[in-house]
């Protein structure tokens, strides 16, 4: 039985959700995403931690375009992911304060005989690990993702995978890469370009007004508080001191 706080945190993901497919459309009449019901995507679960709300995100699979102005949509990305929020944040002040999350994004090329795997990545957070950035990406290679392009677009091709073998442990700082944030960036780069139109335009800066829907997890690690983090962003602020 799911309770109330995370009912009401499932309802307000499931509306985030709805409005990310409308603006799609708004960017980009072709492109879509699949599965379409956010109850589908955004599943609760249990948390080990006390006092949180937590979420398994299944796979969603984007159909889009490589470069926005390209007329084919042979470019399919798998998105799948965790992501927990602070219930007394929520009950008390009805705000969504990120608790921990964790993405996995894979990239496919359709061609005619082929899903060619070509870019993978896991996204993660680290609140005190040693040698960890806060906020990382890892290169991964996800070939296994592939099925559910195939399950969801119906494309019956072998993989090619371009990606696995890579090096692992090359832990790049970034931003807080949830899965919504990963939405945004997908349409940024497949969505958009030099001659977007007005409502193009007016679409992305939708998405990028509504992502403020939660609070980032920044708020847990004071070495990211002081002044110097606020106006400097390079990576070293990302990294533990060591003890």
């Known amino acids: 039985m799911v309770d109330r706080e995370s009912n009401g945190i499932l309802k307000r993901l499931v509306s985030q959700w709805d409005h990310l497919k409308a603006e799609i459309e708004r960017l980009q009449s072709a492109a879509e995403v699949r599965p379409g019901d956010g109850y589908q995507v955004f599943q609760p679960v249990d948390s080990e931690a006390e006092g949180v709300a937590a979420f398994e995100i299944q ?21 799948e992911g965790r992501i927990s929020f602070r219930r007394r944040e929520f009950a008390e002040e009805n705000v969504l304060a990120t608790h ?14 082929s899903l060619v795997h070509v870019y993978g990545a896991h996204y993660d957070f680290s609140l005190d690990e040693l040698g960890h950035p806060v906020f990382h990406a890892e290169m991964r290679g996800y070939p296994e993702l592939a099925e559910y392009v195939k399950e969801c677009y119906g494309v019956g091709n072998a993989v090619d ?6 090096l692992k442990n090359v832990r790049v700082p970034t931003a807080q890469m949830d899965v919504f944030s990963v939405f945004v960036q997908l349409c940024a780069d497949h ?34 508080q002081t002044e110097e983090a606020r106006t400097c962003y390079r990576s070293r602020h990302w990294y533990t001191a060591i003890a």
Request: proline share 5%; glycine share 4%; hydrophobic share 40%.
């Open 59 to 79: 796979p969603s699979v984007f159909n889009l375009p490589e470069r926005a102005n390209d007329v084919s949509m042979d470019l399919f990305v798998v998105v």
């Open 100 to 113: 921990s999350f964790a993405t996995k994004v894979a990239y496919f090329r359709h061609r005619s005989t």
């Open 161 to 166: 995978d371009r990606v696995t073998g890579l």
């Open 191 to 224: 969505l958009l370009y030099t001659d977007s139109g007005p409502e193009e335009k007016a679409a992305f800066n939708s998405l990028l007004q509504r992502s403020a829907f939660c609070k980032g997890a920044a708020y847990q690690m004071p070495h990211l």
